[in-house]
């Protein structure tokens, strides 16, 4: 028996109004969840004093490098990665461009040139751990990368202490972050990047520390 038009507009008029609510729900609970993860990106460094096997430093943004080498002038640690520096940059360019001196840090520096996310990152500094036997490292980055970046080190690197030291970019707005619609949109976005990483790691919560699923 055929339907008649009415039911048949009936119908797709019912569809129209679930995938609407769905719309709706999904929006609704991405909002929530942008609004909590805004609450785990740092506004300080928590832990400055506690020193570790190793310095990392995540290339891609300003003040990052910096507050590596001052971290090791410092002898938080007694040597210092730097993840994802393009290849053909060595280490006594990197610290020209820093404007330090090669012959005071060279010894004590390292670069990795494999990784151009930061799951590869993670991977590549795991891989350079594991060949100095380190088992403790402070992880610099910028704030509102490092809950990512810390879940993709602890992923990555299960058993080893990751001490997070967050910098603060200067075009990324600290107070009233709303009110700015760049600094929302960069939120957003590493939001996004945030909920991938999850996902594809299968994780159940969505905000919980990246140790759930250690196999490779």
Not at 148 to 173: G, K
Request: net charge positive; proline share 4%.
């Amino acid at each position: 028996m055929t339907r008649s038009p009415y039911r048949r507009r009936h119908h797709r008029g019912g569809v129209w109004i679930g995938l609407a609510l769905v719309a709706v729900f999904a929006a609704g609970a991405w909002t929530v969840g942008l609004f909590r993860f805004a609450e785990t990106i740092p506004d300080s460094v928590a832990d400055a004093d506690t020193h570790t096997d190793a310095i990392v430093v995540l290339t891609g943004g300003s003040k990052r490098l910096a507050t590596g080498l001052k971290l090791l002038d410092e002898e938080k640690a007694e040597r210092l990665f730097v993840s994802g520096v393009y290849r053909g940059v060595d280490v006594r360019q990197l610290l020209a461009l820093s404007r330090r001196s090669p012959e005071d840090l060279e010894c004590c520096v390292e670069t990795g040139h494999g990784a151009l996310n930061t799951a590869g990152n993670a991977a590549e500094t795991a891989d350079w751990m594991r060949r100095h036997g380190f088992r403790s490292m402070r992880l610099v980055t910028a704030s509102y990368h490092m809950p990512r970046s810390l879940m993709e080190f602890r992923h990555a690197m299960p058993d080893a202490e990751v001490v997070p030291h967050p910098v603060f970019p200067d075009q990324v707005m600290r107070e009233g972050l709303w009110k700015w619609p760049g600094t929302t949109a960069l939120i957003a976005g590493e939001f996004n990047k945030f909920l991938l990483a999850r996902v594809s790691y299968g994780v159940g919560g969505l905000f919980g520390t990246g140790r759930e699923r250690t196999e490779r």
